[in-house]
């Protein structure tokens, strides 16, 4: 019987409550005195107090599933069969206690054993980093993983720049020869490579040193374990799924905006499928964004709440949806998420109000908006230009409410880039003019460390085909 969302996220939290870990709830999206990051992205950054030993946990074996935002995926939504804007990691962790040996076996018998998540051990692949033979004679001689199923890879040491770090190991679930993307000698076809056949379920991070200012490692006292693995991946895993959106975490969000739009299915198209799973993916993020007391606005994390909007409702045109609908997927993401998250249905009313507000406005000036741009586009084309113009794309931004991103993803998929350092200087012109005191460098640098904390930033997957642009047709 194929066990839902729900049934799943627990299973891995009973799997570890059995291991003597306490289950802590998901933390708010909004970091809590840790100006180092725009949005919780991890499991582990809900756990810096206990690894940096200012706070000292009741238990030091802990497990969650924490809620994230990784704004460094945004455009890889929809395009790849993997990653979301929000997702939920479950995690266990170590601060100080057990190390790789419990880590690696009990993640073997999670995964493995017919009482757990049962997965047929032919089908994974762990990776390892080079040096930590430790972790690979684990993984062979006790966990019993065949050699051939054990990847060194060079990347595998998780490492921020200072601080606690060490080597990981990360776990591959191989979806199969019918997923294979890439020729059998390209010299990425391995799990931990670019093949799309070998899905990243899960991450395991044995921290071990101290990264310190000089650039040295000097081994830590105290050993943590800290792991991340994405339910969304694993529920897709579960239910047989192409990709996450073909589960009960998507579905019904699909279904939905299917009976909004009419005229598209889901399944018709490769581009308008993208238009449904960035629809989908984005108003979730945006409910749990607003759920946890961010707003919409023109910096930091309101603006990223507003970019999500405003590109869900451009693939909304996309559909043949053009009046204010997102609001409507508010509850939908409420009854999905009810089990483990009840207080997103409770809110949903508020967070339906606040997400309509934003849509009607953005709406007002959409139209208007891509017309212009579709002139700026066609006319630099006429002039050869292979950009658009600072000042076209501030106006855009500026009076039409189209975030910068957005314009800039439209413009490369129509061969063009856009100005920035002009785009820059009329957004300081502006700023001077307006005499404001507050500036967009604090929100930029946040952005910024955002990014450094991510272990391994995914490579860019380009826009070959994109698909905000039918809109402009
Ligand atoms: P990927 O290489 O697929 O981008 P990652 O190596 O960046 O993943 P980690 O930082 O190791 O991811 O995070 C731990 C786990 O969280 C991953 O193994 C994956 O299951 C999940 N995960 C990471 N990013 C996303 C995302 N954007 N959407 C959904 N799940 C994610
Ligand atoms: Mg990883
Ligand atoms: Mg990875
Ligand atoms: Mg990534």
Do not use: C
Request: no cysteine; glycine share 6%.
């Amino acid at each position: 019987k194929e066990l839902t969302s729900s049934q799943i996220r627990q299973m891995y939290l009973d799997f570890f409550k059995s291991k003597g870990h306490e289950v802590m709830p998901s933390a708010s999206l909004i970091p809590h005195d840790d100006p180092t990051l725009l949005w919780i992205n991890s499991g582990v950054a809900t756990m810096k107090k206990f690894f940096d030993g200012s706070v000292v946990p009741k238990n030091p074996r802990i497990t969650s599933s924490q809620k994230s935002i990784r704004t460094n995926d945004i455009e890889n939504v929809g395009h790849t069969a993997r990653h979301h804007t929000l997702f939920e990691m479950l995690g266990n962790f170590s601060v100080g206690d057990y190390f790789k040996e419990e880590a690696i076996t009990w993640a073997w018998e999670l995964l493995t054993s017919p009482k757990w998540f049962g997965m047929d051990p032919e089908r994974l692949y762990v990776t390892v980093y080079p040096k930590d033979t430790e972790a690979k004679r684990i993984w062979h001689e006790e966990a019993g993983l065949a050699l051939d199923h054990i990847v060194e890879v060079e990347d595998n040491f998780w490492d921020i720049g200072q601080g606690p770090s060490g080597p990981d190991s990360e776990i591959f679930y191989d979806r199969g020869q019918e997923f294979n993307n890439l020729a059998d000698d390209d010299p990425e076809n391995y799990p931990g490579g670019e093949n799309e056949r070998y899905l990243e379920i899960w991450n395991i991070v044995f921290s071990e040193f101290n990264h310190k200012p000089d650039d040295t490692y000097e081994p830590l006292p105290h050993k943590n374990i800290d792991t991340g693995m994405g339910l969304e991946r694993v529920v897709s895993v579960f239910q047989h799924a192409k990709t996450n959106f073909e589960t009960d975490l998507f579905l019904p969000l699909i279904k939905a905006t299917e009976k909004k739009s009419g005229q598209h299915h889901y399944g018709d198209s490769t581009e308008t499928d993208v238009s449904f799973k960035v629809i989908a993916d984005h108003i979730r993020a945006v409910t749990f964004a607003i759920g946890d007391g961010a707003l919409p606005s023109n910096e930091g994390r309101g603006y990223v709440i507003r970019r999500l909007i405003r590109r869900a409702v451009m693939h909304g045109r996309q559909l043949g949806i053009d009046h204010a609908f997102l609001y409507q997927l508010v509850p939908v993401v409420g009854k999905i998420m009810e089990s483990y998250y009840p207080e997103v249905l409770e809110q949903a009313d508020y967070i339906a109000k606040v997400v309509r507000m934003e849509e009607d406005r953005f709406n007002e000036t959409l139209q208007d908006g891509l017309q212009l741009l579709n002139e700026n586009i066609k006319k630099a084309k006429q002039d050869d230009a292979k950009q658009l113009t600072g000042k076209s794309v501030f106006k855009l931004y500026d009076t039409y409410g189209f975030p910068l991103e957005l314009t800039k993803e439209i413009a490369t998929d129509q061969g063009l880039e856009i100005d920035q350092t002009g785009f820059d200087l009329e957004m300081k012109q502006q700023k001077e003019r307006a005499r404001s005191a507050r500036s967009n460098a604090k929100s930029m640098g946040v952005q910024k460390s955002l990014l450094v904390d991510i272990k391994t930033p995914s490579k860019y997957v380009g826009y070959e085909k994109l698909t905000v642009t039918a809109v402009l047709k």
